[in-house]
């Protein structure tokens, strides 16, 4: 079954999250969701904020929230180097939902000094490490 697999690498800034084989990853891409299996043409994307989905060989599932970054795909390696990653039982949920309350509560107060992308921004990482803390 190694042949249907592939090297993934997951990297941000602060250390290397991942590095092992996988049957499939699926990454939130700027333009959309990626889907990549073993063999897969090569590739340069940039990501957003969302969810990463991999999948080994045995069907196992992990997930994972990510903040963006970017990918690239070349002889069956698959490195990700994201602003943040992390798997769902890494995630603290309290803070996360003080994120998003924090977030919300920019959006509400409609002050000229909000950057609102940014708080759009924040409110979209926060409700994304949510869902996926909640759901493993």
Same mark, same amino acid.
């Given at each position: 079954? $190694?042949?249907?697999?592939?090297?993934?690498?997951? *990297?941000?800034?602060?250390?290397?999250?991942?590095?092992?084989?996988?049957?499939?990853v699926?990454?939130?891409g700027?333009?959309?969701?990626?889907?990549?299996?073993?063999? %897969?043409?090569p590739?340069?994307?940039?990501?957003t904020i969302?969810e990463?989905?991999?999948?080994?060989?045995?069907?196992?599932?992990? &997930?994972?929230a990510?903040?963006?970054?970017? *990918?690239e795909? &070349?002889?069956?390696? *698959? &490195?990700?180097?994201?602003?943040?990653a992390?798997?769902?039982?890494?995630?603290d949920?309290?803070?996360?939902?003080?994120?998003?309350?924090?977030?919300?509560? &920019?959006?509400?107060? %409609?002050?000229?000094?909000?950057?609102?992308?940014?708080a759009? $921004?924040?409110?979209?990482? $926060?409700?994304?490490?949510?869902?996926? $803390?909640r759901?493993g």
């Open positions: 079954m $190694a042949e249907k697999t592939f090297k993934l690498e997951i *990297v941000t800034p602060e250390r290397t999250v991942l590095s092992q084989n996988f049957a499939s699926v990454l939130p700027k333009e959309g969701s990626l889907g990549i299996l073993a063999n %897969h043409a590739l340069m994307a940039e990501l969302g990463i989905r991999l999948r080994d060989a045995d069907g196992q599932t992990i &997930r994972m990510t903040s963006g970054g970017f *990918v795909v &070349r002889d069956n390696v *698959v &490195r990700i180097l994201a602003d943040t992390e798997r769902s039982d890494e995630i949920l309290q803070r996360a939902e003080e994120a998003r309350e924090r977030a919300e509560t &920019r959006l509400r107060s %409609h002050a000229s000094d909000i950057d609102m992308m940014r759009e $921004a924040a409110l979209k990482r $926060a409700m994304v490490r949510i869902r996926i $803390a759901e």
